[in-house]
């Protein structure tokens, strides 16, 4: 099974994502790449993705990406126009600053990528990341 999430360091020039918001001075950037897709996946139904920092893997942190309904007040919410959604909650967020959301397509596989300019080191399988 090809999963569509993963944490592995990859870099794009900042010019290809949107600002999408900045709550207490923190950025977070998604691609238009990235809600392309997830208007792909979200269109028949009313789900958005929540993207969390969790504590795992082999460096101590680690991105969690799940399919969602279930909105919390403390959510703080990028949306383009009237389209899909990301919700990250605001212990996430502080992890996430600076970070960037982009969903990549290859030969053989497409997933979700976050861009970290913070994550200090890496596990060898990239699955995992340390501040």
């Given at each position: 099974?090809?999963?569509?999430?993963?944490?592995?360091?990859?870099?794009?020039?900042?010019?290809?994502?949107?600002?999408?918001?900045?709550?207490?001075?923190?950025?977070?950037y998604?691609?238009?790449n990235?809600?392309?897709?997830?208007?792909?996946?979200?269109?028949?139904?009313?789900?958005?993705?929540?993207?969390?920092?969790?504590?795992?893997?082999?460096?101590g942190?680690?991105?969690?990406?799940?399919?969602?309904?279930e909105?919390?007040?403390?959510?703080?919410?990028?949306?383009?126009?009237?389209?899909?959604?990301?919700?990250?909650?605001?212990?996430?967020?502080?992890?996430?600053?600076?970070?960037?959301?982009?969903?990549?397509?290859?030969?053989?596989?497409?997933?979700?990528?976050?861009?970290?300019?913070?994550?200090?080191?890496?596990?060898?399988?990239?699955?995992?990341?340390?501040?």
């Amino acid at each position: 099974m090809l999963s569509l999430f993963t944490a592995k360091p990859f870099s794009l020039p900042l010019s290809t994502f949107t600002r999408l918001f900045s709550v207490d001075e923190t950025p977070f950037y998604v691609s238009d790449n990235a809600f392309k897709k997830l208007s792909q996946m979200t269109a028949d139904n009313d789900k958005f993705l929540r993207v969390k920092v969790e504590e795992g893997g082999c460096a101590g942190l680690k991105y969690s990406f799940d399919l969602d309904s279930e909105k919390s007040e403390d959510d703080k919410v990028v949306k383009q126009d009237s389209g899909p959604e990301v919700h990250v909650d605001p212990f996430s967020l502080a992890f996430l600053q600076d970070a960037m959301l982009d969903f990549i397509q290859e030969d053989f596989r497409e997933y979700f990528k976050i861009v970290n300019p913070h994550a200090t080191a890496t596990c060898s399988c990239g699955e995992s990341y340390s501040v």
